[in-house]
């Protein structure tokens, strides 16, 4: 639209562009968006109220999950809460980070049951579309968890974790790391000749996302 409209300078940047700019879609941005397009309104519109009560509210999971001494049920149950609190609100998402739930995240990807494998990939992918979140959950150790899954965790879980590495993906850095990563572009391209659509979809989207980096 903005070329259509005659301008022949970058949006962002104001410098010229040529007569006949080679645009390139950002297939990875528009996977991210598309799987996030349930979202709440902004924040500032919510009363504070609420504001304040999913706050507390989350706290009270972070807590449950985090510990020693909850069943599978009950953090099954956190997860599942906090899934749809972090979805829709960055306050809390930066929160839920802070609080060292991450840790507890990646041991329940690590287990064998693999509805709280599902649930805690869907937390982590919330997680991840905070910028200021993506270094620090390759440097947790997500990756080694996403290669695994993708691997040979069940259909839905492969593709979260999927989606999971397209998040990661966005920082450039971040796209050297998982392409280094033993068996990590292996694992996707198995995954898109052997699964099915949903799995292919997104394994393809997250390996144009590592192709934008040369050396993968």
């Not at 104001?14 to 598309?34: A, G, T, V, Y």
């Not at 009560?53 to 997860?79: F, G």
């Not at 509805?115 to 579309?129: A, D, G, I, W």
């Amino acid at each position: 639209q903005w070329i259509d409209s005659g301008n022949r300078t970058c949006p962002i940047t104001k410098l010229p562009l040529s007569e006949n700019p080679s645009l390139i879609p950002n297939h990875p941005l528009r996977s991210l968006i598309s799987n996030f397009a349930h979202v709440s309104p902004k924040e500032s519109s919510r009363p504070r109220t609420q504001q304040e009560h999913s706050q507390s509210q989350s706290q009270a999971l972070i807590s449950t999950l985090v510990s020693r001494l909850s069943s599978n049920a009950s953090k099954l149950e956190s997860l599942s809460r906090l899934v749809r609190l972090t979805k829709r609100d960055s306050s809390i998402r930066r929160k839920v980070t802070e609080s060292g739930v991450v840790r507890a995240a990646l041991d329940c990807v690590d287990s064998c049951n693999q509805v709280l494998q599902e649930k805690s990939l869907s937390l982590l992918l919330n997680l991840s579309l905070e910028d200021d979140n993506k270094v620090g959950l390759v440097a947790d150790g997500v990756i080694r968890r996403i290669v695994a899954v993708l691997r040979v965790g069940s259909p839905d879980c492969k593709a979260i974790a999927a989606t999971l590495l397209t998040s990661l993906a966005v920082v450039e850095v971040n796209k050297a790391t998982i392409g280094s990563y033993p068996d990590a572009i292996s694992a996707l391209v198995y995954l898109l000749r052997v699964g099915n659509d949903r799995e292919r979809k997104e394994s393809a989207t997250a390996l144009y996302a590592l192709c934008s980096f040369p050396d993968n």
